[in-house]
């Protein structure tokens, strides 16, 4: 039961260069989610998918695009890496309990850009 | 910005002692919920109590919500050293999608 899987686990870029986060679920669940965390900082949402076919903004979308590929697969893609997005980028997908989103979620992807 | 805040920010204590980590938030909420992260983990869901709840309580967790002073707490007795984490309070902002997430607690606990 793999739950929620994130590709690369590390990576280093340069500033400029583009890259793509994959993420991957095997829990049915119909909502996914990108988060980036910063030191001593909460997560903080960069886009999510409410369900297959549908993407919208969260707190902090600038320099970043998301591809809902299925209703498994969830992706990041930044265009051209700045140093202010170095971070940890979580991703995570939810079921509904009492009416709340309850996250699951990847073990984090490391991103430092140069 | 961030919905929630927790306090306070870090938190030691011995193992077998009761830790308490407070969650303030902004505006109206539907539901509240509690994850606890190791080092270099993701997030874990421990908790969830809805705006209509007061209190509840899931094994050696209890969380209070106090709607009217837009606060909640997560109580821990009796800790381990296997709770050393940081932990967050996440609302939901009223409905939708965003949840979001607080700055977290980080607590150690010492055997």
């Known amino acids: 039961n793999a739950g929620v899987t994130q590709t690369p686990k590390f990576q280093v870029l340069k500033t400029g260069q583009s890259m793509t986060l994959q993420c991957a679920q095997d829990m049915n669940h119909n909502s996914m989610y990108w988060y980036r965390q910063d030191p001593g900082m909460g997560l903080r949402l960069i886009y999510y998918?409410?369900?297959?076919?549908?993407?919208d903004k969260g707190e902090v979308p600038n320099g970043y695009n998301v591809s809902r590929l299925n209703k498994r697969e969830f992706s990041l893609r930044l265009e051209s890496a700045a140093p202010s997005q170095t971070s940890v980028y979580f991703c995570a997908s939810s079921y509904k309990s009492s009416g709340a989103n309850v996250l699951t979620f990847g073990a984090g992807s490391r991103l430092t850009v140069l | 910005s961030q919905q929630g805040e927790e306090d306070p920010q870090a938190l030691s204590i011995q193992e077998g002692e009761n830790a308490t980590m407070n969650c303030s938030y902004k505006t109206s909420i539907n539901n509240l919920q509690w994850y606890r992260q190791n080092s270099g983990r993701g997030l874990v869901h421990l908790i969830l109590?809805?705006?209509?709840?007061r209190e509840k309580h899931s094994g050696r967790l209890r969380v209070t919500l106090d709607t009217s002073k837009k606060s909640s707490s997560l109580l821990i007795t009796a800790s381990r050293a296997a709770d050393t984490a940081s932990y967050f309070c996440a609302t939901d902002g009223g409905g939708g999608f965003k949840t979001i997430f607080g700055a977290g607690t980080r607590l150690f606990v010492k055997a």
């Open positions: 109590i809805r705006s209509n709840e």
């Open positions: 998918s409410a369900s297959e076919g549908t993407t």
